[in-house]
Structures are given as C-alpha cells and as structure tokens.
C-alpha cells in the first residue's frame, strides 16, 4: 500500500467517525461513564494476556512491574474520571457586566481525538489518555506501537469485542502509518515518545491546525543538597532507575550531587541494588531492554563514557556479568567523573545507566547547570531546607517538581502530567485531562434591554464625555 492509499484509508476511518460524533450529538454522562468502564474492563478481563503479551514484546518484563505501572494504574485513572465526571460537566458561572445577564462556561466535547502511544508502558500511554478523552465526551482513534507488535495486535483484536468501530478504532502500523496518521484532521492529536519525532508530530499536525498534546521526555535531573541523607536519595532513585530497566519518560536521567556526597551516594546504590536485586539476569523482577537497537545504543553510551575519561561503575550483583547479548538486560550503572562531551549527558538515556555530576559550590549551581539546557519533563530534589526548596521550586521551570523522592506525581489523579518546552506541550491526567479534551465554550444570554451593548450604538457624541472621563480615571 502506498502512503498515499493508506492516508485515504485512514481518512476514510476518521470521516466516519466525525459523522457518527455530529450524528449523535453530546455523549450523555451515561454514554461516557460506560466507554470509560469498558475500557477498565478491557483492561481486568485480559490481564493475563496482556501482560504475557507486553514480556514477550521486551523478550522479558516484569509481571509486577506490568501490573502495577501499566493496568492498575490505568484502571485508577479511568475510573476516577468516571467517578467525577458528572461534576466536571457542571458549567461554570460567570461574572456579568449587568444584571439580568446570564454568562457560564460550558465544556463541550472536541469530537475524534487521535493518540499516538509508546512502547514503555503500551496499555498506560494508550488507554490513560483515554481517562480525558471519553470522559470529555470524545471518540478516539488509537495508533499503539510497533516496537511492541504483540501487545499492539492484541489491543487491535479486544477493542472491537468491547467497542463500536466508531467509539474506539486501532491502527496498526509501523513508522509510515505513524506518520500518515499524524497527518489526519483530528480534532485534537496525542503523542507520546520523544522530543525529535514529536517535532514531526506537530509540524504534520500544524497542516490541518489540529491542536497537540505532547508527552516528551528529556533529561530529568536529581538534585542532592547537602543536607539530604545520599542512602535515602540513592535508594529513591535506583528504585526508578531500576524500574522497567529505566525504560521512562520521566525516569531521573542524571543525579547532580554535591563533591562531599559522592562516595555517599555510590556506596549506598550498590548496597540498594545488592538488596533489592541479589540476582539479575534471572530474576523474574528485572526487565529487558526493548530491542537490540536500544540495547546497543545503551551499551554504545557506556564505552563512550568510558573512552572519555568517565569512572563506569556496574552494580551488577556477584559475578554475573554487566550485561547480557541474549537476554538484553543491562545491570544499573553509576558513571562518575561526567563530562558535556560524553553522549550520556547529551542524549535522554531510557536505562538503567546514572550519570553523576558533582558540583563544588551551593544548590545555586545545580540550578545555572538545569537551566542552560531544555527544561526537563521532571525536577527531583532531595534536601530539607525549606528556603533551597524554595529557591529550586521557583527557578527551574520543568513538568512537574518532586521533593524527596521520583515520580510519585505520575500517581497522582489530582494533578496534571505533561512537560514544557522541549519535553512537551499540554497536560491531562484526571479534570486536567476532561478539561484539556474539551471545548469551553462560552454561553451568554443577553438582558432584554441589552444594555451592555447599548454603549456600542451611535451616535457617539453622547458617550464621549464618558469614555474621556474613564480614560483620565
């Protein structure tokens, strides 16, 4: 098939889709409470699936790891929008200029929303945007990832069996259909995966101005002061850099770390990863990495590190070796002595690798060395003095800021989750994401006299005096 065919099949779907939104008219709080527990469903009623799916898709994942992050996360965020939805498509009263006026905000759904979602966490990226989306009172069309074609073609054989082809549709595709499908006039498109194909994403959705929401990534650093305990830093952070092999978005790419510290923080990783992972490349709870591609792009990142002048710990446990060619799993590194030259400080990571960079001075520093590059989908600190904070909180600008510990907003319903600047555009996540995938339309009832617009009928003459009079006010 050609790309043009397949755009023109693609188009065909969406058109459908669009007829069947405008046919219908608003999806009642019924309609949409019911897409968003079918979607929960889905997900209970093939978890096993699922989840061998995904491990096979790694060449091995944790269970767990899938569980936690991918399905009972999910199913948290799409029942909490179906429980609050009703209160969220509450209009909003507004303040009028004259009695007798009426004025409020009514969210109004978008219509087809497209979602373009990665291969780290293929039901969580996929569905969780699906939490805003139905919610909002929209349909969607589903592009999951082809690195993971198992866990993809299943999602293309359960959707249907849980949804009309006009509720939810998935595409499936590799790079090409992910491109034509960015290319559609969406009402509204959702991408997840890195800065360099979302600038791709956007400029082919600029085509048919379809408003974007990016899920970037980025490096996103820890920040230890002087005053935070390294063990509780360390053990915090390996705990994420060890989870899905550090295979996230907002994993902590690299730690800045006061000089002091430095022994610290490394004798207190490798006891952590010691613990918690006595064994590595059997054990059931750590992951691979996705591919070989990535597997060797990790392994390419650690020799040039290493040829640079870099000190490249392995916390492999015993004697098992830091990697392995046929299990693609990589064991957590700490890399010492970094430098801007090293591609491990130019390039997001997503593994299990750590950069440490040390600073001489105050968390000043650490703060000029964040803000002389992109602002980053995530800020973690680790310190106890309530003015650093402070300081720390108001300047970096990032997604989201962590104080003593990592990643615990992602959990988080209540808060909004996206990036800014280079690590992403827009947010969602509970009435962040009902009100990001819907139109407030604002409504006003004019008085009978019409008042307020009174002001606005000539002759002027009249009104002069009392504009002049406003003005010199």
């Known amino acids: 098939m050609t790309p043009q065919q397949q755009l023109q099949d693609l188009s065909a779907i969406l058109r459908s889709m669009k007829a069947f939104h405008l046919q219908h008219g608003p999806a009642t709080a019924q309609v949409r409470r019911d897409r968003?527990?079918?979607?929960?469903?889905?997900?209970?009623?093939?978890?096993?699936?699922?989840?061998?799916?995904?491990?096979?898709?790694?060449?091995?994942?944790?269970?767990?790891?899938?569980?936690?992050?991918?399905?009972?996360?999910?199913?948290?965020?799409?029942?909490?929008?179906a429980d609050n939805l009703e209160q969220w498509m509450q209009p909003e009263v507004a303040a009028v200029p004259v009695d007798g006026m009426q004025a409020w905000t009514e969210p109004q759904p978008l219509g087809v929303v497209g979602i373009i979602s990665p291969w780290n966490f293929p039901i969580n990226l996929a569905f969780g945007p699906l939490a805003g989306v139905f919610a909002a009172g929209n349909t969607a069309m589903l592009k999951p990832s082809e690195l993971t074609p198992r866990t993809s073609e299943l999602l293309a054989e359960l959707v249907p069996r849980y949804f009309s082809p006009n509720e939810l549709t998935v595409v499936l595709g590799d790079a090409d259909t992910g491109q034509a499908f960015s290319r559609l006039p969406f009402d509204h498109l959702v991408f997840t995966g890195s800065t360099a194909v979302g600038r791709h994403v956007m400029r082919a959705a600029a085509e048919n101005?379809?408003?974007?929401?990016?899920?970037?990534?980025?490096?996103?650093?820890?920040?230890?002061?002087?005053?935070?305990?390294?063990?509780?830093?360390?053990?915090?952070?390996?705990?994420?850099?060890?989870?899905?092999?550090?295979?996230?978005?907002?994993?902590?790419?690299?730690?800045?770390?006061?000089?002091?510290?430095?022994?610290?923080?490394?004798?207190?990783?490798?006891?952590?990863?010691?613990?918690?992972?006595?064994?590595?490349q059997s054990n059931e709870d750590y992951t691979s990495v996705i591919n070989e591609r990535h597997f060797l792009r990790l392994l390419n990142l650690l020799e040039d590190a290493r040829s640079k002048g870099a000190r490249v710990i392995s916390l492999a446990p015993g004697n098992e070796p830091a990697f392995d060619n046929?299990?693609?799993?990589?064991?957590?590194?700490?890399?010492?002595?970094?430098?801007?030259?090293?591609?491990?400080?130019?390039?997001?990571?997503?593994?299990?690798?750590?950069?440490?960079?040390?600073?001489?001075?105050?968390?000043?520093?650490?703060?000029?060395?964040?803000?002389?590059?992109?602002?980053?989908?995530?800020?973690?600190?680790?310190?106890?003095?309530?003015?650093?904070?402070?300081?720390?909180?108001?300047?970096?600008?990032?997604?989201?800021?962590?104080?003593?510990?990592?990643?615990?907003?992602?959990?988080?319903?209540?808060?909004?989750?996206?990036?800014?600047?280079?690590?992403?555009?827009?947010?969602?996540?509970?009435?962040?994401?009902?009100?990001?995938?819907?139109?407030?339309?604002?409504?006003?009832?004019?008085?009978?006299?019409?008042?307020?617009?009174?002001?606005?009928?000539?002759?002027?003459?009249?009104?002069?005096?009392?504009?002049?009079?406003?003005?010199?006010?």
Do not use: W
């Not at 978890?47 to 944790?62: C, E, K, N, Q, V």
């Not at 790891?65 to 948290?76: E, P, S, V």
């Open 36 to 81: 968003l527990m079918r979607s929960a469903n889905l997900i209970r009623e093939n978890y096993a699936r699922l989840t061998t799916a995904i491990s096979d898709d790694f060449g091995h994942r944790s269970g767990y790891q899938t569980m936690a992050a991918d399905l009972i996360t999910t199913i948290n965020m799409l029942t909490h929008s």
């Open 209 to 280: 101005l379809v408003p974007v929401t990016l899920e970037l990534g980025g490096k996103s650093p820890v920040v230890v002061d002087v005053d935070a305990d390294p063990v509780v830093a360390a053990e915090r952070t390996l705990t994420i850099k060890t989870f899905n092999a550090g295979q996230i978005c907002i994993s902590p790419d690299y730690v800045l770390l006061p000089e002091q510290l430095e022994s610290a923080f490394v004798a207190a990783a490798q006891a952590f990863v010691g613990k918690t992972f006595p064994t590595l």
């Open 326 to 473: 046929q299990s693609r799993k990589i064991a957590p590194h700490i890399i010492l002595d970094v430098t801007e030259e090293m591609l491990v400080m130019q390039e997001e990571i997503f593994g299990p690798l750590l950069p440490v960079k040390t600073y001489a001075a105050d968390v000043s520093e650490a703060i000029r060395y964040i803000n002389a590059g992109p602002r980053p989908l995530a800020v973690y600190y680790f310190g106890h003095d309530a003015e650093r904070q402070k300081q720390l909180r108001l300047h970096t600008t990032s997604g989201a800021l962590v104080i003593n510990d990592v990643m615990t907003h992602a959990s988080i319903d209540s808060l909004p989750f996206g990036g800014v600047g280079a690590s992403g555009t827009g947010a969602y996540h509970g009435v962040h994401g009902f009100r990001r995938f819907s139109h407030a339309k604002p409504v006003v009832v004019q008085e009978s006299a019409g008042h307020s617009n009174l002001r606005l009928r000539a002759p002027y003459q009249d009104k002069v005096i009392a504009a002049e009079a406003f003005l010199k006010n």
